[in-house]
C-alpha cells in the first residue's frame, strides 16, 4: 500500500481558545504558498460526520452516557480519516484539523471518566494510527475562555461549553501535561493576541514544511 506522505497539523484545546481563529489563519498562510492544503475539523469535515456533530454539541449535557459519547465521537471520526484524512495524506497534502485524537481523550476521558485504555485501543482502530505531526496545545484561564466562547456562540446551543467549571478545569489540566509527553505538542499562551499567536505557530510550522 502506498505510504503516508502528507502533513497532519492539529489545534487543541478548550472552548474559546481561540483554535478555530489559528487553524484559519494557518490555512490562508498555508494557501498562499500551495493548493495542496486542507482546512477541517472535528467531530464533523465530511458530510456524514457533520451529521453525527449535530447529534453531538446540541442539547443538554447529560444527553449521552459517556460511553455511547465516545462512541460517536469515534464514528464521527472514521468517516472523516476515511473520507478526508488518509485520502489527503496519500496525495501529499497538508491538513489542518481543529481538534482530532487528543480532544476524545480530554472530553471523554478525563472530562466524562471513560476508560482511557479503551479509549486508546479504540482510536488506533478508527484512526489506522494516523498521528499528527504536530499539536498546538491553546491555554488559557477556563473562566475567560468560556465567557469568550459563550460570546462568540450566543446565537447557538454548544452543550459542551455549558458542563460545570471543574470540568473545563480538568481538561486543562490535562491538555497542559501532553506537552512532556512528546515532542509534537506545543503550548500555545491562548491569552496573547492573534497576531502574537499567528506568529508563534508559524515558526515550527515553517521549520516542518522545509
Sequence with gaps: MKSLQGLLITFEGGEGTGKSTQSKLLYDYLKSKTTDVILTREPGGCTESENIRNLLVKGNINKWDPITESLLHNAARREHVKNIIKPALLKNKIIICDRYI???????GIGQGVNSNFLNILSKEITE????????????????????????????NNRYENFDISFHRNIRNYFKSLINTNKRY??????????????KILKPINDLIK
Design 129 to 156: 494510527n494516523i498521528v499528527p505531526n504536530i499539536t498546538f496545545i491553546f491555554d488559557i484561564d477556563p473562566d475567560i475562555s468560556l465567557k469568550r466562547a459563550k460570546k462568540r456562540d450566543k446565537n447557538t
Design 102 to 108: 487528543d480532544s476524545t481523550m480530554a472530553y471523554q
Design 186 to 199: 506545543i503550548l500555545i499562551d491562548a491569552s496573547n493576541s492573534i497576531e502574537e499567536i499567528h506568529l
